[in-house]
Antibody
């Protein structure tokens, strides 16, 4: 079964850091680009970042550029999102998603709350 | 950046109704568009990819059409389990979601 499982969310103070992880199983992880998408409470979906299969191409939304870093470890079938200088507006559920003809498989999400 | 304008933002409909949701791209995106259904507390689920291809396992009452800048998701006969929020997503240049359409019970 194709599966993505996020972890690492939690409560963090403004200006703090957090690292999210996404564990992939059931498919050849190293063959797919991957993405992070977030959803603030009561709001719509927002793309955050993308990384190609070999990490050659990396893209970020303007809202997180310079603060977030996406990475992956194909040997561990894992995707990461390092989030620094967190702000209240980064509070959201963060999803990882596989990129195949758009985003075909999603994880269940992990919640990040930025609050003092 | 490509903007996606989705309409309506919400609608009320009855079981059995035909429902149409539209997304308009700020520039041509060929058929690089998907449609997603999201229920409260759950991850989005893909319904349509490449503008009109039905995702495996998705009921045939869902259909997508369009190319270039105008796209439509149609539910031919609304079922109780279809009450949810729907999003379009373009992947022609980076990724951009539409604002969402909440489909509520009339």
């Amino acid at each position: 079964e194709v599966q993505l499982v996020e972890s690492g969310g939690g409560l963090v103070k403004p200006g703090g850091s957090l690292r999210l992880s996404c564990a992939a199983s059931g498919f050849t992880f190293s063959s797919y680009s991957m993405n992070w998408v977030r959803q603030a409470p009561g709001k719509g979906l927002e793309w955050v970042s993308s990384i190609s299969s070999s990490s050659s191409y990396i893209y970020y939304a303007d809202s997180v550029k310079g603060r977030f870093t996406i990475s992956r470890d194909n040997a561990k079938n894992s995707l990461y999102l390092q989030m620094n200088s967190l702000r209240a507006e980064d509070t959201a559920v963060y999803y990882c998603a596989r990129d195949y003809e758009n985003l075909d498989v999603w994880g269940q999400g992990t919640t990040v709350t930025v609050s003092s | 950046d490509i903007q996606m304008t989705q309409s309506p933002s919400s609608l009320s409909a009855s079981v059995g109704d035909r429902v149409t949701i539209t997304c308009r791209a700020s520039q041509g995106i060929r058929n690089d568009l998907g449609w997603y259904q999201q229920k409260p507390g759950k991850a989005p689920k893909r319904l349509i990819y490449a503008a009109s291809s039905l995702q495996s396992g998705v009921p045939s009452r869902f259909s997508g059409s369009g190319s270039g800048t105008e796209f439509t998701l149609t539910i031919s006969s609304l079922q109780p389990e279809d009450f949810a929020t729907y999003y379009c997503l373009q992947h022609n240049s980076y990724l951009t979601f539409g604002g969402g359409t909440k489909v509520e019970i009339k």
